[in-house]
Structure formats: structure tokens, C-alpha cells
């Protein structure tokens, strides 16, 4: 059971990087052995009351420096891949083997472009460069080989590998509805399935078929207003859904083609809740959320038909969380938190069977991406003080 930590475990990163002081490393993502780590730089004039209006162009369209990088297992940086444009790399990732990276974002503000990339991750070749107009990727996901990329902005968009080669035109899937965007992407490891939530609380499960989207799936529920994190079982058999209600959703592919959920735990209070993860086998789920200007982290346990709290209580964190992960076997429980802008930001890691937390280092600014490697064996994190920081867990 959860117990209050007599005191905080103070932990230091393996290393710390510090790619531009002046930018946010917004995403970070973590190949499955630990091995390889990507980063990327970002930056928007966020207004000082909301920093969820992302997804609007900021006033000034001032041109700057921004890039997608790649380290090793000792912060050694291996390649880059920087440009001039507009407020730059949003989002990043990394296939579970270690071989296919990707990174989006804006690209342009003049005309406002977007972008999607593909790299060899042993090197940064470019796989491919995909512009989007009008639009930023604000998420995207690969299968656990990289053959198979899928992207989130006004549409989804999906590239998959034909005799080893992406190709140069992705299979689109359009939204319907007025100022709709695609919140959250996630994928199963074959990347046969996708699963996508958008702004206006619409949930989809979508089959891959031949580099074509095949069949779609779609839910949606009055109570949730938007989708802000979408997860999928590496296996593919569940998925969790969370957005702006008090609700976590949990969807097996029965459920879904049946057009509901197959379980929801209800958090208690109204708000955002941000983030979800979920094991390889779908059986433990974490969810993050607000709670004045704390948060709350939550370890739900898959059974019999329910999601229950298998915590005795929700841990908290110091300030509003932004993200969660865990590894592939429900080990490990990683958090990322801070907000407004200019205040300090926290990783913290809990033990995922206890809920109790094993350590928390405080960063100087606000903290969005830490990620957990599938094995459990190194972490991920990032700051908007422009660090990528790596952790083991113990």
C-alpha cells in the first residue's frame, strides 16, 4: 500500500545536457534498451494566464534556431538536425529497437507550415522531411521496428515502410468538425493499430492496411470535452484514454467496434486530467492530474472487468503534472511536472506495484516530457530551462 514518504529522496541525473538555455525541451523520447535518447527544441510566446492555447500561432513569428538531437547512453551527442523557422520541434520519438527516429512540429510561419521528420537513428539521416500546411504535428508515435509512423496535427497522417523505404505521400484520415486537431497518437508495437483522440472528445481506433488507413473505429462521450493523452498496449489488445473530464478510460478492440469503453475510473474531481501510460500487457495503467496547484499521480490496476486504484491513495506531486510513463513490466511510475512558466519544475519516479515515491530531482524551470525505456533501465526527462537530463532508476 501507499505510504507518505517520511522525506523527499533527492536523486541526480546519470547527466544533463544543456542544449540552448533559452528554448524548451518540450519532448523527449528513449529507445527501449536505454540506450538512445532524443530531445527536441521548442518555443512558443505562450499568453501568461493559458498555457494551453499551444495550438494557436503566437502574435510575432520571429525566425530562430531550433533542432532535433540524439544522444547515447552517456550524453554524447551523435547527430543533430537543426533549422531556422518557427517555433520549432514539438514533439519526438524513437522506435523500441532503437532504429527509426522522428520529430515535428512548425516549421514556418510565413506561410504557416508544419512538419514531420524521419531519421536513421544510428546516424540522423534523413528518412524523409513532410510538410504540413497550415498545421502543427503535435504528436506522433512509431512501431517498435519504425516501420510504421503516425502523426498527429489537422489530420492524422500515416507512413509505412513498402520494401524498407517510407513513402514520400502519407495516407491521410481528415477530421470532421470545425477547428479539430488531433490531440494524442499511440500505436501498438506491430503497428497494425492506432489510437488517436482529438479536440473535440472523439476517441479512434484505427487499423493499418497496407500503408492505407483501413477500418475506423470511433467514440465519443459528452463528458469528455477533448482528449489530451491516449495510450495503447504495446500489444495492442487495450488502450486508456483520458482528456478534460474526471474520467480514465479503458478500451479493449471488442469494446471499441462495440462503440463504448470497457471500463472508466472515476478520479472524484472535476479538471484536467493530463497524461496516461499503460504496461505492455495493458494490466496496470498510471494517470496524472491537477489538484489546485499540486497534482495527483494514480496507479490503476486492470481486473475483473474494473479499473481500480491498486494504491491505498493517489500520490501527490509538488506542481501541476505534465506527463507519465512506465516500463514495459509495471515497474516503475515516472512523472514530470511544473507550471506557470518561470517556476520550478520536478521528475519524480514511484514504485509502481507500493505507490510509494523512490526519489524526485527539482529543475529550475517547468518540466513536461520524462519517459521511461520499455525495460525500465533508463529515463528520459526534459525542462524549459533547455536540459535534457537521463536517469536510472535507482
Known amino acids: 500500500m501507499a505510504q507518505p514518504s517520511p ?59 531550433f533542432g532535433t538531437y540524439c544522444f547515447d547512453l552517456n550524453g554524447k551527442q551523435l547527430w543533430s538536425d537543426e533549422f531556422t523557422g518557427y517555433e520549432g520541434v514539438y514533439c519526438v520519438g ?46 506522433l508515435a512509431l512501431s ?4 510504421t509512423l503516425v502523426a498527429g496535427a489537422d489530420s492524422l497522417y500515416l507512413f509505412q515502410q513498402s520494401d524498407g523505404v517510407f513513402p514520400t505521400t502519407p495516407a491521410v484520415l481528415t ?32 487499423e493499418t492496411n497496407g500503408g492505407q488507413i483501413g477500418q475506423v ?13 491516449v495510450a495503447m498496449a504495446a500489444s495492442g489488445g487495450w488502450f486508456a484514454v483520458v482528456g478534460a473530464s474526471q474520467y480514465v478510460y479503458l478500451f479493449s478492440f471488442a469494446s471499441i467496434k462495440n462503440g463504448n469503453y470497457y471500463a472508466v475510473y472515476d478520479l472524484g474531481q472535476a479538471g484536467r486530467v493530463g497524461w496516461v ?56 511510475v515516472a512523472v514530470a511536472d511544473g507550471y506557470p512558466d518561470g517556476t520550478p519544475g520536478h521528475f519524480s519516479l514511484f514504485d509502481a506495484p507500493t505507490g510509494n515515491l523512490l526519489w524526485q530531482y527539482e ?3 517547468m518540466s513536461w516530457p520524462m519517459f521511461i525505456s520499455s525495460n525500465g533501465s533508463g529515463i528520459a526527462a526534459g525542462s524549459d530551462q533547455g536540459s535534457v537530463f537521463y536517469f536510472t532508476p535507482k
Open 175 to 206: 477530421l470532421s468538425g470545425a477547428r479539430n486537431y488531433v490531440q494524442a497518437v499511440s500505436i501498438s508495437e506491430d503497428g497494425t493499430l492506432i489510437v488517436m483522440g482529438d479536440a473535440q472528445g472523439n476517441v479512434y481506433l484505427i
Open 144 to 147: 517498435a521496428d519504425g516501420t
Open 217 to 229: 473505429y470511433k467514440w465519443n462521450s459528452p463528458s469528455l470535452a477533448t482528449v489530451h493523452s
Open 7 to 65: 522525506q523527499t529522496i533527492s536523486k541526480q541525473p546519470k547527466w544533463v545536457v544543456s542544449i540552448d538555455r533559452k528554448k524548451y525541451v518540450n519532448s523527449t523520447a528513449i529507445s527501449g534498451s536505454g540506450a538512445l535518447v532524443m530531445a527536441g527544441t521548442f518555443f512558443h510566446a505562450y499568453k501568461p494566464t493559458d498555457l494551453l492555447a499551444d495550438s494557436v500561432p503566437a502574435l510575432t513569428a520571429a525566425q530562430d534556431q
Open 277 to 332: 501510460a499503460i504496461t505492455k500487457g495493458g494490466d496496470f495503467i498510471s494517470a496524472v492530474s491537477n489538484n489546485g496547484k499540486a497534482g495527483l499521480v494514480y496507479g490503476l490496476q486492470n481486473k475483473n472487468q474494473e479499473l481500480v486504484l491498486l494504491w491505498s491513495n493517489p500520490q501527490p506531486t509538488p506542481a501541476n503534472p505534465n506527463s507519465t510513463s512506465v516500463d514495459f513490466l509495471g515497474k516503475y
Open 94 to 139: 524513437i522506435s523500441d529497437d532503437g532504429s527509426t527516429a522522428a520529430s515535428g512540429g512548425w516549421y514556418s510561419y510565413n506561410p504557416l507550415m508544419g512538419f514531420v521528420r524521419a531519421y536513421d537513428a544510428a546516424d540522423g539521416t534523413q528518412l524523409f522531411n513532410y510538410p504540413v500546411a497550415g498545421s502543427r504535428i503535435s504528436s
Open 363 to 365: 529543475t529550475t524551470n
